[in-house]
């Protein structure tokens, strides 16, 4: 679950809100939180990412 997101931050300007769940990143299943942390950490600056995320237990989303 996204804890939260700082104003102005990435995950904020990308629409990922407090609560949203990530499924995928890039098309691939995310296992766990280490796995996510590692792959949005090895992301280059201003290189864009797509998740896929569940938002309010039912809506599904892409966000880059």
Same mark, same amino acid.
């Given at each position: ?15 990922? $809100? ?11 299943? &995310?296992?766990?939180?280490? $796995?996510?942390?590692?792959? &949005? ?5 201003? $290189?864009? &990412? ?15």
């Amino acid at each position: 679950d996204v804890c939260s997101s700082d104003l102005n931050s990435p995950a904020q300007k990308s629409g990922l $809100e407090t609560g949203d769940l990530v499924l995928k990143i890039e098309g691939k299943e &995310i296992q766990s939180w280490t $796995e996510l942390a590692k792959n &949005i950490q090895s992301t280059k600056v201003n $290189e864009s &990412i797509e998740l896929d995320i569940l938002r309010n237990d039912k809506d599904r989303k892409k966000v880059k």
